[in-house]
Protein backbone atom coordinates (compact mmCIF):
# COMPACT_ATOMS: atom_id res chain seq x y z
CA UNK A 1 0.00 0.00 0.00
CA UNK A 2 1.51 3.27 -1.07
CA UNK A 3 1.83 5.67 2.01
CA UNK A 4 -0.17 9.09 2.10
CA UNK A 5 2.58 12.17 2.11
CA UNK A 6 0.71 12.82 5.66
CA UNK A 7 1.26 9.58 7.26
CA UNK A 8 4.91 9.12 9.53
CA UNK A 9 6.72 6.44 7.76
CA UNK A 10 6.83 4.16 10.67
CA UNK A 11 3.15 3.84 10.64
CA UNK A 12 2.77 0.16 9.58
CA UNK A 13 -0.74 -0.06 7.24
CA UNK A 14 -1.03 -3.75 7.66
CA UNK A 15 -1.54 -3.75 11.44
CA UNK A 16 -4.45 -2.25 12.79
CA UNK A 17 -4.08 0.55 15.76
CA UNK A 18 -6.22 0.43 18.75
CA UNK A 19 -6.00 4.03 18.60
CA UNK A 20 -7.12 4.53 15.01
CA UNK A 21 -9.92 1.92 15.33
CA UNK A 22 -11.07 4.15 18.92
CA UNK A 23 -11.01 6.87 16.44
CA UNK A 24 -12.96 5.10 14.01
CA UNK A 25 -15.39 4.40 17.07
CA UNK A 26 -15.83 8.25 17.50
CA UNK A 27 -16.53 8.62 13.53
CA UNK A 28 -13.36 10.13 12.92
CA UNK A 29 -11.27 10.42 10.10
CA UNK A 30 -7.43 9.59 10.79
CA UNK A 31 -8.10 5.74 10.39
CA UNK A 32 -6.98 3.12 7.57
CA UNK A 33 -9.03 0.63 5.69
CA UNK A 34 -7.13 -2.26 8.20
CA UNK A 35 -8.47 -0.26 11.55
CA UNK A 36 -11.49 -0.18 9.92
CA UNK A 37 -11.32 -3.66 9.03
CA UNK A 38 -10.49 -4.70 12.88
CA UNK A 39 -13.22 -2.24 14.33
CA UNK A 40 -16.20 -3.70 12.37
CA UNK A 41 -15.23 -7.21 13.54
CA UNK A 42 -15.51 -5.87 17.23
CA UNK A 43 -18.42 -4.04 15.96
CA UNK A 44 -19.93 -7.82 14.88
CA UNK A 45 -19.91 -8.82 18.57
CA UNK A 46 -20.38 -6.05 20.37
CA UNK A 47 -23.01 -3.85 17.85
CA UNK A 48 -22.35 -0.69 20.90
CA UNK A 49 -18.71 -0.05 20.64
CA UNK A 50 -19.83 3.70 19.06
CA UNK A 51 -21.44 4.07 22.06
CA UNK A 52 -19.04 2.80 24.42
CA UNK A 53 -16.19 5.09 22.84
CA UNK A 54 -18.74 8.12 23.08
CA UNK A 55 -19.43 7.68 26.71
CA UNK A 56 -15.47 7.20 27.69
CA UNK A 57 -15.24 10.50 25.66
CA UNK A 58 -18.39 11.89 27.94
CA UNK A 59 -16.19 11.04 31.08
CA UNK A 60 -13.18 13.03 30.01
CA UNK A 61 -15.35 15.97 29.44
CA UNK A 62 -16.92 15.55 32.61
CA UNK A 63 -13.47 15.16 34.30
CA UNK A 64 -11.96 18.09 32.61
CA UNK A 65 -14.64 20.49 33.62
CA UNK A 66 -14.26 18.74 37.24
CA UNK A 67 -10.45 19.69 37.61
CA UNK A 68 -10.90 23.31 36.45
CA UNK A 69 -13.78 23.80 38.75
CA UNK A 70 -10.84 22.91 41.55
CA UNK A 71 -8.63 25.39 39.98
CA UNK A 72 -6.63 23.22 38.01
CA UNK A 73 -5.17 25.12 34.90
CA UNK A 74 -2.80 22.44 33.02
CA UNK A 75 -3.35 19.00 31.90
CA UNK A 76 -1.14 15.84 30.98
CA UNK A 77 -3.21 13.38 28.62
CA UNK A 78 -1.85 10.01 28.58
CA UNK A 79 -2.55 7.97 25.78
CA UNK A 80 -4.56 10.40 24.10
CA UNK A 81 -5.23 9.19 21.00
CA UNK A 82 -6.13 10.80 17.55
CA UNK A 83 -7.52 14.12 17.87
CA UNK A 84 -11.20 14.25 18.10
CA UNK A 85 -13.91 16.28 18.53
CA UNK A 86 -14.00 17.28 22.08
CA UNK A 87 -10.43 17.35 23.34
CA UNK A 88 -9.05 18.60 26.65
CA UNK A 89 -7.44 21.87 25.18
CA UNK A 90 -10.78 22.40 23.59
CA UNK A 91 -12.94 21.70 27.17
CA UNK A 92 -10.00 23.29 29.48
CA UNK A 93 -9.34 26.99 27.15
CA UNK A 94 -13.17 27.15 26.38
CA UNK A 95 -12.96 27.99 30.29
CA UNK A 96 -9.32 29.21 30.95
CA UNK A 97 -7.75 30.71 28.01
CA UNK A 98 -4.96 30.44 29.84
CA UNK A 99 -5.14 26.29 30.19
CA UNK A 100 -2.05 24.00 29.44
CA UNK A 101 -2.43 21.29 28.04
CA UNK A 102 0.16 18.19 26.69
CA UNK A 103 -0.94 15.50 25.56
CA UNK A 104 1.54 12.25 25.06
CA UNK A 105 0.77 9.04 22.76
CA UNK A 106 3.01 6.47 21.12
CA UNK A 107 0.84 6.30 18.10
CA UNK A 108 2.48 8.17 15.72
CA UNK A 109 -0.49 8.97 13.76
CA UNK A 110 -1.94 10.26 16.72
CA UNK A 111 0.80 12.57 17.12
CA UNK A 112 1.26 13.93 13.74
CA UNK A 113 -2.41 14.91 13.89
CA UNK A 114 -2.36 16.59 17.13
CA UNK A 115 0.96 18.33 16.23
CA UNK A 116 -0.78 19.91 13.31
CA UNK A 117 -4.19 20.66 15.15
CA UNK A 118 -2.01 22.67 17.46
CA UNK A 119 0.10 24.35 15.46
CA UNK A 120 -1.40 27.35 15.96
CA UNK A 121 -2.12 27.00 19.53
CA UNK A 122 1.00 28.46 22.05
CA UNK A 123 -1.03 26.51 25.49
CA UNK A 124 -0.98 23.00 23.94
CA UNK A 125 1.53 20.63 22.46
CA UNK A 126 1.89 17.12 21.23
CA UNK A 127 4.57 14.61 22.15
CA UNK A 128 5.32 10.71 20.64
CA UNK A 129 5.65 9.28 24.18
CA UNK A 130 4.58 5.97 26.51
CA UNK A 131 2.97 6.13 29.21
CA UNK A 132 4.56 3.29 30.41
CA UNK A 133 7.91 5.00 30.46
CA UNK A 134 7.12 7.66 32.76
CA UNK A 135 10.29 9.02 33.41
CA UNK A 136 10.80 9.55 29.10
CA UNK A 137 7.36 11.58 29.13
CA UNK A 138 8.28 13.72 32.73
CA UNK A 139 11.78 14.28 31.33
CA UNK A 140 10.58 15.54 28.12
CA UNK A 141 11.77 19.00 27.43
CA UNK A 142 8.37 19.59 25.54
CA UNK A 143 6.91 18.52 28.91
CA UNK A 144 9.15 20.44 31.07
CA UNK A 145 8.48 23.76 29.15
CA UNK A 146 5.15 23.75 29.00
CA UNK A 147 3.80 22.45 33.04
CA UNK A 148 4.66 23.29 35.91
CA UNK A 149 5.28 20.73 38.28
CA UNK A 150 5.57 23.10 40.98
CA UNK A 151 1.85 23.88 40.93
CA UNK A 152 -1.06 20.90 40.74
CA UNK A 153 -1.47 19.05 37.05
CA UNK A 154 -4.07 17.58 36.03
CA UNK A 155 -2.89 13.64 34.68
CA UNK A 156 -5.67 11.64 32.73
CA UNK A 157 -5.40 8.35 32.16
CA UNK A 158 -9.30 8.07 30.00
CA UNK A 159 -9.46 3.97 28.24
CA UNK A 160 -5.44 3.61 28.16
CA UNK A 161 -4.51 1.41 31.16
CA UNK A 162 -6.99 -1.35 29.84
CA UNK A 163 -4.25 -1.71 26.63
CA UNK A 164 -1.37 -1.96 29.70
CA UNK A 165 -0.93 -5.80 30.84
CA UNK A 166 0.42 -6.64 34.34
CA UNK A 167 3.45 -7.62 32.75
CA UNK A 168 4.42 -4.12 32.27
CA UNK A 169 3.99 -2.99 35.29
CA UNK A 170 1.22 -0.10 35.01
CA UNK A 171 1.02 0.40 38.87
CA UNK A 172 4.71 0.97 39.01
CA UNK A 173 4.31 3.97 36.30
CA UNK A 174 1.37 5.34 37.53
CA UNK A 175 3.13 5.71 41.18
CA UNK A 176 5.84 7.42 39.26
CA UNK A 177 3.51 9.86 38.04
CA UNK A 178 2.02 10.24 41.33
CA UNK A 179 5.14 11.11 42.84
CA UNK A 180 6.12 13.75 40.63
CA UNK A 181 3.04 15.96 40.91
CA UNK A 182 2.61 18.61 43.79
CA UNK A 183 -0.05 18.18 45.95
CA UNK A 184 -3.38 19.65 44.85
CA UNK A 185 -3.40 17.15 41.46
CA UNK A 186 -5.99 15.30 40.59
CA UNK A 187 -5.48 11.95 38.48
CA UNK A 188 -8.40 10.33 36.08
CA UNK A 189 -8.49 7.60 34.81
CA UNK A 190 -11.32 5.18 33.17
CA UNK A 191 -10.82 1.12 32.40
CA UNK A 192 -12.66 -1.10 30.92
CA UNK A 193 -14.17 -4.02 32.54
CA UNK A 194 -15.52 -7.77 32.63
CA UNK A 195 -17.65 -7.12 36.13
CA UNK A 196 -21.16 -7.95 35.66
CA UNK A 197 -20.97 -9.81 32.15
CA UNK A 198 -22.76 -13.10 31.69
CA UNK A 199 -20.76 -16.31 30.35
CA UNK A 200 -22.13 -15.95 26.64
CA UNK A 201 -20.98 -12.58 26.82
CA UNK A 202 -17.41 -13.01 28.36
CA UNK A 203 -17.19 -15.41 25.61
CA UNK A 204 -17.78 -12.66 22.96
CA UNK A 205 -15.36 -10.64 25.05
CA UNK A 206 -12.51 -12.88 24.45
CA UNK A 207 -13.25 -12.61 20.72
CA UNK A 208 -12.81 -8.72 20.75
CA UNK A 209 -9.53 -9.75 22.81
CA UNK A 210 -8.40 -11.98 19.50
CA UNK A 211 -8.77 -8.97 17.45
CA UNK A 212 -6.86 -6.33 19.23
CA UNK A 213 -4.71 -9.21 20.20
CA UNK A 214 -3.55 -8.67 16.03
CA UNK A 215 -3.09 -4.55 17.53
CA UNK A 216 -0.20 -2.81 18.93
CA UNK A 217 -2.23 -3.04 22.28
CA UNK A 218 -4.06 -5.91 23.32
CA UNK A 219 -6.94 -4.85 25.56
CA UNK A 220 -6.39 -6.33 29.46
CA UNK A 221 -10.00 -5.46 31.35
CA UNK A 222 -9.84 -5.47 34.56
CA UNK A 223 -11.93 -5.89 38.03
CA UNK A 224 -13.53 -2.93 39.83
CA UNK A 225 -10.94 -3.74 42.54
CA UNK A 226 -8.32 -4.05 40.32
CA UNK A 227 -9.09 -0.30 39.19
CA UNK A 228 -9.94 1.19 42.60
CA UNK A 229 -5.93 -0.05 43.34
CA UNK A 230 -4.70 2.58 40.65
CA UNK A 231 -5.69 5.08 42.99
CA UNK A 232 -3.38 4.02 46.00
CA UNK A 233 -1.94 6.67 47.69
CA UNK A 234 -4.52 9.12 46.24
CA UNK A 235 -7.97 10.43 47.81
CA UNK A 236 -10.92 9.22 45.65
CA UNK A 237 -13.12 12.14 45.20
CA UNK A 238 -16.98 11.07 45.04
CA UNK A 239 -18.61 9.63 44.10
CA UNK A 240 -15.47 6.85 44.06
CA UNK A 241 -14.68 4.45 41.33
CA UNK A 242 -18.07 3.37 40.01
CA UNK A 243 -19.11 2.73 37.06
CA UNK A 244 -18.49 4.83 34.18
CA UNK A 245 -21.80 6.21 33.02
CA UNK A 246 -22.23 7.06 37.30
CA UNK A 247 -19.35 9.47 37.53
CA UNK A 248 -20.95 12.42 37.80
CA UNK A 249 -23.32 11.87 35.42
CA UNK A 250 -24.55 14.91 33.27
CA UNK A 251 -26.34 12.90 30.23
CA UNK A 252 -27.57 9.79 29.01
CA UNK A 253 -24.76 8.22 28.07
CA UNK A 254 -24.57 4.58 26.97
CA UNK A 255 -24.05 2.19 29.80
CA UNK A 256 -20.55 0.46 29.44
CA UNK A 257 -18.32 -2.03 31.44
CA UNK A 258 -15.99 0.02 32.68
CA UNK A 259 -14.94 1.96 35.90
CA UNK A 260 -14.22 5.84 36.18
CA UNK A 261 -12.49 7.17 39.08
CA UNK A 262 -10.48 10.78 40.26
CA UNK A 263 -8.18 10.88 43.04
CA UNK A 264 -6.63 13.75 44.10
CA UNK A 265 -3.01 13.99 45.42
CA UNK A 266 -2.78 14.76 49.13
Known amino acids: MEQASWVPSSVDLDRPSAARMYDYFLGGSHNFA????????????????SGAARANRSFLRRAVRYLLSQGIDQFLDLGSGIPTVGNVHEIAQQSNPDARVVYADVEPVAVAHSTALLADNPLAVAIQGDLR???????????????????????????????????????????????????????????????????????????????YSRTDSPLVLRSGEEVAAFFTGLDVVEPGVVPLSDWRRDSDDAFINAYAGVGRKP
Request: charged letters at 25%; zero cysteines.
Open 34 to 49: VDREAAKSVEQIFPGM
Open 133 to 211: DPDSVLGSEEVRAMLDFDRPIGLLMVAVLHFVPDSDEPHQAIARYRDALAPGSFVAISHGSWDGVTQEEQRSGEKVNAI
